[in-house]
């Protein structure tokens, strides 16, 4: 004021001070002064206009964090880590309390992170991330979010919302340092991966529309790294199944050509010599004739990988008696069983459906070679059909190995085989993937139940024409 006095000029200032209202709230200000002067244009006194820049000031923090949170997210491909780091960096900016949760591989919704403002840490003890599973059926909340997808702001917290909440909101609610809720969803891809929620205390602002807004765009951010996170470990664990894929495909394709090499050459060799071809020799011819076969599966299940990678793998539509075509492969097969006894039980009278007679004999071939490898000398494979309603279910028991109970959501994924397998039988793990993809191009699908040690049941269900079921099997 003195400078303005003494030099007699217009001064700006900004966010130089902090004012406080009646109702004793500081808000910042900016503003300027100007000279009074009287009829001689002599400097008597200032005037000062203030003008309230809470919103102005809002908006630069507010894109500050953006930025912030921008530089985080990016810092590491490492999601879990990231989305640890921006609850820390939001409590307690922009809100006292903040949790993420993200949709798991079952039913329940888990909550990956936990993070509270300095001022809730007596209140709340113990580590800032927590795991616990939320019901994904709660009609409010971080559940209800993630399911309707939209952004759901509660001013107050009533009794049925509080219901809906986990332990640790309930008692932070109950001391009265958790009045307001917002919860925003995880999105990217049209999916919902989880929902970041945050509270604020009964001495705080409560949630407005703009604080909507902000936190959808912080969602939004969040959920692209999170997606891009997952996609790179995607694109790893890929390159790493190929990596490995090619190793095991090498190994496998170079074993039978070794042996039908040999006792090509070993036939060859007598022949040249006009010597007669004995029983050691027909023997030989005999692994031949396998090990090409055995070649020829291998060839086939990589050229229908590749024919489903590009979309090409097709199917050709015209009647199949399955009566027929299971007890024929039955009947084809289980001579070349000399370690198995394979036995079979199907219906009489013809089932009849719409798909391919030779893919549906891949089908089954894949399983019973499958059954017969991962099964020990002089067991019995059974191979059943029967018709439930419209469909036909065709299943093959074998008593081998069996698979351990957190493999089977994965046994018919590519490339993929059970622990317990890869360590005593080869292969490729490209099989089942193919199996469960012809099955699927026939409207229908396959099951498996099983037990490490215990054997395996696979089931292959598959839509029939509605005049060709027969009956309800018992």
């Known amino acids: 004021m003195d400078y303005v006095l003494e030099a007699g000029v217009v001064l700006e200032f900004d966010n130089q001070a902090l004012a406080v209202s009646r109702q004793g709230q500081h808000f910042p200000i900016s503003g300027s002064c100007a000279p009074i002067r009287d009829e001689q244009s002599a400097v008597v006194g200032v005037v ?8 102005r000031v809002r908006a ?3 894109l500050q964090l953006l930025a912030e949170t921008s530089q985080l997210l990016v810092a590491s491909l490492d999601y879990q880590e990231n989305l640890i780091g921006l609850a820390n960096l939001l409590t307690p900016d922009f809100a006292e309390w903040c949790t993420i ?3 798991s ?7 990956l992170v936990r993070a509270i403002g300095a001022s809730l840490h007596g209140a709340l003890r113990g580590d800032d991330t927590v795991e616990v599973e939320t019901d994904p059926q709660t009609v409010q909340g971080p559940a209800f979010v993630i399911r309707s997808g939209r952004a759901v ?4 917290i009533d009794n049925a919302l509080l219901a809906d909440l986990a332990d640790d909101q309930q008692k932070l609610h109950a001391q009265g340092l958790l009045e307001t809720l917002l919860c925003v969803p995880l999105m990217v891809r049209g999916g919902t991966l989880g929902s970041i929620s945050f509270g604020r205390t009964a001495n705080s602002k409560a949630f407005d529309d703009d604080d909507v807004v902000f936190a959808e765009e912080l969602a939004r951010r969040a959920a692209l790294a999170v997606d891009n996170a997952l996609l790179y470990r995607e694109a790893q664990e890929a390159i790493k199944a190929r990596d490995t894929f090619l190793s095991i495909a090498a190994h496998e394709l170079k074993t039978p050509l ?3 090499l040999g006792y090509a050459d070993l036939v060859r060799r007598r022949t040249q010599a006009g010597l007669p071809i004995g029983e050691r020799e027909q023997r030989g011819l005999s692994v031949v004739v396998e090990q090409a076969r055995r070649l020829n599966r291998m060839v086939t299940s990589l050229l229908d990988l590749s024919r489903i990678q590009t979309g090409q793998l097709s199917i050709d539509q015209r009647p199949v008696d399955l ?10 097969v289980s001579p070349t069983l000399m370690m198995h006894t394979l036995v079979h039980a199907v219906p009489d ?3 009849l459906m719409i798909g391919d007679e030779l893919r549906l004999e891949q089908v089954l071939q894949n399983l019973l070679q499958n059954a017969a490898k991962y099964s020990p000398h002089g067991s019995t494979i059974r191979l059943r059909m029967e018709v439930v309603d419209n469909w036909a279910c065709i299943s093959v028991a074998d008593q081998g190995l069996g698979i351990p109970n957190e493999a089977l959501p994965r046994i018919f994924n590519r490339f993929y085989r059970a622990p317990n397998a890869a360590q005593q039988v080869s292969g490729m793990g490209v099989g089942l993937f193919v199996v469960r993809q012809i099955v699927e191009l026939h409207g229908g699908r396959i099951e498996v139940q099983s037990k490490e040690g215990m054997g395996s049941t696979f089931f292959v269900w598959l839509p029939l024409q509605a005049e060709h079921a027969y009956g309800t099997a018992s």
Request: charged share 30%; glycine share 2%.
């Open 323 to 332: 009566s027929t075509l299971v007890r024929r492969i039955s009947e084809e």
């Open 60 to 62: 630069e923090q507010r």
């Open 48 to 55: 000062f206009v203030f003008r309230n820049i809470t919103e």
């Open 349 to 351: 009278e013809a089932v």
């Open 258 to 260: 070794t042996s039908l």
């Open 105 to 111: 591989n079952g039913p329940a919704i888990r909550r």
């Open 153 to 156: 702001l509660y001013p107050h």
């Open 101 to 103: 949760d993200v949709v």
